[in-house]
């Protein structure tokens, strides 16, 4: 409420509560038998190093009425007063003011000061209508640039980016203000997004096309260097031609890393072997592919792969010789061990995630080598030292926690496995589910069965679809008119989706389970979701026949149609008996090494997305590799595309 003491306050609600008795006489005095004589009174003495406050006028207010009884005078003075509260930001005082001028009505020429004093009074009201405070503003033939800031505001607290950025443009912050903040907003919008407001929104176009520019460009700074400069030639009038955003000024600057040599940590012995050979086999692949394209005479780095068992961190230091690039480690405990004795110029894009806090500073850092000659090295940015790259489980939980939500579905039960894979999935996605209302402000619904055999599992779907209870209820009926009673038992009706988290063995067990015990006669669809995790393509059609209509995601890299058929067809071959998590193993390798030149600019600009075999790829605040995938469904016993 602002830093009134408790003095002024009661003088306020004195006065307030006198105005309200003024007001509430009405708008007319009523007439009398003599012309009274007015006598002319000043306004209230303000010294002249004294700021006005909203008594002030609140008293101005009180004097032009009771001597001059001019409404419009006092209902100007008045929305005075709420504008002075606000700015101190006394709110309640503002709205109380607003509220009694709203009783006793407001003449036109003051309605549009009113509306936008209404809308700046209740624009953090939690119980405020965002859409009314919109519908206030409409329609309002002045203040543009201020109606533009309080609409910027609604649209930026409602998350509306796209309408925020655009409101923005007509206010009258700086160039490079406006700048900074439409970027930041603009970069927020998925593609779906971004291809709405380019159609809906003109004054966002530039911004938009600088966007796609640097989709387009992302592979070289030199090359985005040269897409800036055509784009400054489309744009010469434009601010964003005189003032490019900072982050893509920082992302021109940067230069290819020097990749002479790069060291690979991997268990290549022991029981970990065949797992560390796999993504060797990626490495080496996509180191292959690059010599095909850039040539034999090319300058690729020298691989060295170093085998981890056994090792102690200190060792594998020692084995780093000149390489200033290290993939790996790929177990998470190694990775942790590894990090707090890693040199200082070395970075490393770890095949695995730590714990937050055993994480470095994400502070990035800076160094002559990564800064081209003509940039400044206070402005352009290091890759970090530490990157992270793993095929993290609760990620995939995470995703389809985000896309059932998205979708409107609000009631799914939750099938997992009692194994602690399954249950971390488990635990992630509720933990998004939960998060995702927390941020809409609605009550989070979510069943959870979890099982350890396929009678606990049976049973307990049964149980979570209310089909056992139906089952008791119709066998009580029979007892009671003691005769057949000829229905059928009915699962519950308000259950919209099922998450499997399970092993493909026990998918394929769930999935008859769940179709035979939903009611088939309600006409409704209950769709069945489930993760990489509940995929083994190497099963043979059969599985495909129990997983039918079964929603999965899984890598591009594993579904039948991708751009990397040539690829594939080579590693068929040469690895014609390879098993489904192997695949997975050398897609991971593939994208780990052509990641490397990618950091630096993925870094700067996170938006930016590296299409892979594991998926799409995002780098967080965390130095975190995020893969976004693909999704399919079972039909006829094929995996079939969805695009949704």
Known sequence: MGTIGHRNK????????????????????????????????????????????????LLEAKKVWQVQKDKDARDSLLLDAAALYIQHEDTLLAQQVLIELRQDGIAPSLHDRYALLLAKAYINNRSADPAKLHHLLEGLSTSTSKKAEIQTTLFAKQGMWADAANALLRTNASAEVKVEQVWTWVKQLDETALQKADRQFPALRPFISLRNLTHEYAQSSVSLQEGLKAFQRTYPGHMLAAHLPKDVMQAQALSQPDLQEIAVFLPLSGRLASTGEAVKDGIMAAYYEQLTIQGENSSLPALRFIDTLGKSPQALVSELGEAKFIVGPLLKETVESLIPVLPTNVNMLALNRVEPSLAPSTQLQLSPSDVSVNSS??????????????????????QLANFIFNKGLRAPIVVAAQSSLYERMHDAFKDRWFALHKQKGTRAHVTTVTFNDSSSLREGITQALDVAQSNKRINQIEYMVNEDVYNMPRSRRDIDAIIAFASPQDTELLNPIIEASLNPYDGKQVPVYATSRSMDYDSGKNQWRDLQNVRFIDMPWMMPTHQWQALAATTDTVWPNRTTMQNRLFAFGFDAYNLLPQLGMLTVLPYLKYEGLTGELQLNDSGEVKRQLPQAVINNERVQMLME
């Open 10 to 57: 009661g003088f306020i609600f004195a006065t307030a509560a006198s105005l309200s008795l003024l007001m509430g006489c009405g708008s007319t005095p009523k007439p009398v038998a003599k012309t009274p004589v007015v006598t002319p009174q000043k306004p209230v003495d303000v010294q002249a190093n004294q700021p006005v406050t909203p008594e002030h006028k």
């Open 377 to 398: 090295a206070q402005d352009a940015p290091l890759h970090q030292e530490v990157r992270y790259f793993g095929l993290a489980p609760e990620d995939e939980a995470e």
